[in-house]
């Protein structure tokens, strides 16, 4: 009996207990990992989606306050689905499933929130429009994500595999997962289909929900196919001759017609023109880059009136008299030090145009550094603006290299000339671009000009708050002498009427909390001593009515005011608390956005309602 059971062979186990480790396609590992690699890919793709239709609002509330809650709200629906996800019986397939429709779905509810702007304002209509859509939208995913990912113990059998992964780590690696997503990628991917699919973001998000919806194909998409064609042939935001009459039906009831748009590196570009009152503007997603009125009949040659006071100021750099006693080298003179006879100069950014046009026609050489071609082209286009000039479509910060040996040169710019005037005129977002504004950006601007040249430099925005500070103590410090004049008077206290208006929470800044939002022009030279403005001639307006009335700077501000301030220079020079990079950037960024809001609040009183509502 014991020889028996000696030689009795062992059991043959099933072939479902054993893991084939003859190739790694079968091991148990290699299905982990792709589990892995699937629900990486799933939640990457809603945030990348969810990112393009955060950016179908910045038209609405501007790009900064239209993002504003985006990576909370993420994180947020990722917290909740790593908790929550276990409770669910539903399988990662039927998740994402529910996915495809809600992606394909979310598009209408967002277009229809946009109509009551102006209730909600820039604060909370972002924040329900995220509650909408972002929320929603990402915790499907992740809870797909999750059952995807997070494989159950008896899916496999090998005991030295890691199955089964706790909350903590489901939340934290998805949680970093979108965040490297949206911040590293999704711009990426939005130039790469804006150059070889489609300018719309729209279309592009519809793109990749149609995507998520053949990867799980469904009875249920049947129930996205009304939102879908609402938003297709109703709102009008999928350019096409079609909606572009539909726009034009909306906008000419608040007096406007559509002229020209598309959507670029900067937002959403387009060419309106008052029907009622005879100007044309650009618009730049919520904000205005000019305007200018129509010419009278039978004008046909010369510049046109801008409708903006503040570019004609810009034009005062050729204004600028030297008071100092001698120029900064002995053997340089004063005239020589400016170039007189061989005057050119550099626009950092165009705008419709205004001031480098009225440059070209005073003769001098001017170079456009304009970082959205969509703007070059418009304004060339659409408000005349001189083809005999230099263009260069570039970022600012890539094509002007820093003073240093330690920063490579920039190839496309090798040899950097010299400029007699500098026009540094910039504004996205609703806010200035801070890295415009850093000092190393300054420094750069300053090795450009000629010894004796100007430079004038706008800032606009929320001058109560500490940005505007900082960025003035920047200026200051890197050029030796500079002039600061408001476009309008400064607000007296004592005078109720002429007081700051008091932002209301629908507005977007604090509760009860002044504004005083304005463009300020900081004209300075690239050597010490005083300078003056000489009085502008009949020449110098080049027969613009407007011109004759704003081309002179009038309402100087003390660069005192800006020291003083809260997140200014304390001390001497070098010693400013949150000047350029210094200080937390939170606190920076948390100043730009609340900029942005009172921007909005300006913006909403120089074009209706309805007209930033429909894109």
Not at 102 to 124: I, Q
Not at 139 to 159: F, H, M, Y
Not at 278 to 288: E, I, T
Not at 486 to 498: G, T, V, Y
Request: hydrophobic share 40%; glycine share 8%.
């Amino acid at each position: 009996m014991s020889s028996k059971t000696k030689s009795k062979k062992p059991k043959k186990p099933h072939p479902s207990h054993i893991e084939k480790g003859t190739g790694i396609f079968q091991s148990n590992r290699f299905k982990i990992a792709v589990s892995i690699v699937q629900a990486c890919f799933l939640l990457s793709l809603t945030v990348l989606a969810v990112n393009l239709l955060q950016s179908c609002i910045s038209p609405v509330y501007g790009s900064l306050a239209a993002h504003q809650y985006h990576d909370r709200l993420t994180i947020s629906a990722i917290l909740v689905a790593g908790l929550t996800h276990r409770w669910w019986n539903s399988s990662s397939r039927s998740w994402a499933q529910i996915l495809a429709v809600s992606l394909l779905s979310v598009p209408s509810a967002v277009f229809y929130l946009v109509r009551f702007s102006a209730t909600l304002g820039p604060k909370l209509g972002p924040l329900i429009t995220g509650l909408v859509s972002t929320f929603p939208v990402t915790l499907i995913s992740a809870i797909a994500a999750c059952k995807r990912g997070g494989l159950r113990n008896s899916d496999v059998s090998s005991s030295n595999v890691k199955t089964q992964w706790t909350s903590y780590e489901i939340i934290t690696s998805l949680a970093f997962l979108a965040y490297i997503t949206r911040h590293w990628f999704s711009d990426l991917l939005q130039q790469w289909m804006r150059k070889y699919i489609s300018n719309s973001n729209l279309i592009s998000y519809y793109l990749l929900a149609l995507f998520q919806a053949f990867l799980f194909p469904s009875k249920y998409l049947l129930f996205a196919a009304l939102p879908v064609l609402h938003t297709v042939f109703y709102t009008a935001h999928i350019p096409s001759s079609y909606t572009d009459r539909l726009l034009n039906a909306t906008l000419h009831d608040h007096g406007y017609s559509l002229v020209a748009r598309q959507e670029s590196v900067t937002g959403y570009i387009s060419v309106l023109d008052n029907v009622k009152d005879g100007f044309r503007v650009m618009r730049c997603d919520h904000s205005l880059l000019g305007g200018e009125w129509h010419p009278p009949p039978g004008k046909t040659s010369g510049l046109r009136e801008p409708v903006y006071a503040i570019f004609v100021m810009l034009e005062a750099v050729r204004l600028v008299e030297s008071s100092s006693p001698a120029a900064p080298d002995d053997s340089i003179t004063r005239e020589e030090g400016r170039g007189r006879g061989q005057e050119n100069a550099l626009v950092i950014g165009l705008g419709i145009g205004t001031t480098p046009s009225a440059l070209i026609a005073h003769g001098i050489s001017t170079t456009i550094l304009e970082i959205d071609p969509v703007v070059h082209a418009f304004a060339t286009k659409y408000f005349k603006l001189p083809a005999n000039h230099t263009s260069i479509i570039q970022d600012a910060t890539l094509w002007i290299s820093p003073p240093s040996s330690s920063y490579p040169k920039n190839p496309t710019n090798p040899s950097p000339k010299k400029y007699t005037y500098i026009i540094h005129d910039v504004f996205t977002g609703g806010a200035e671009p801070l890295p415009l504004f850093t000092p190393t950006f300054l420094t750069s601007l300053k090795t450009l000009l000629k010894p004796e040249g100007i430079i004038a430099i706008n800032y606009a925005g929320d001058l109560n708050l500490p940005t505007a500070a900082r960025v003035v103590t920047t200026i200051l410090d890197v050029f030796p002498a500079c002039r600061i004049f408001r476009e309008e008077p400064a607000p007296s206290p004592s005078s109720p009427s002429s007081s700051p208006p008091k932002t209301s929470s629908s507005s977007g800044g604090a509760k009860g909390k002044e504004t005083d939002f304005t463009n300020l022009v900081l004209f300075c030279r690239n050597v010490p001593g005083a300078f003056s403005f000489r009085k502008p001639t009949k020449g110098d307006f080049l027969g613009s009515g407007a011109r004759e009335y704003a081309l002179l700077p009038r309402h100087e501000a003390d660069s005192s005011t800006f020291l003083s301030t809260r997140g200014g220079r304390s001390g001497g020079k070098g010693k400013g608390k949150g000047r350029g990079k210094e200080g937390k950037a939170g606190d920076v960024e948390s100043a730009q956005l609340e900029s942005a809001m009172g921007h909005w609040g300006v913006m909403r009183a120089v074009l209706p309602d309805g007209v930033w509502e429909n894109w």
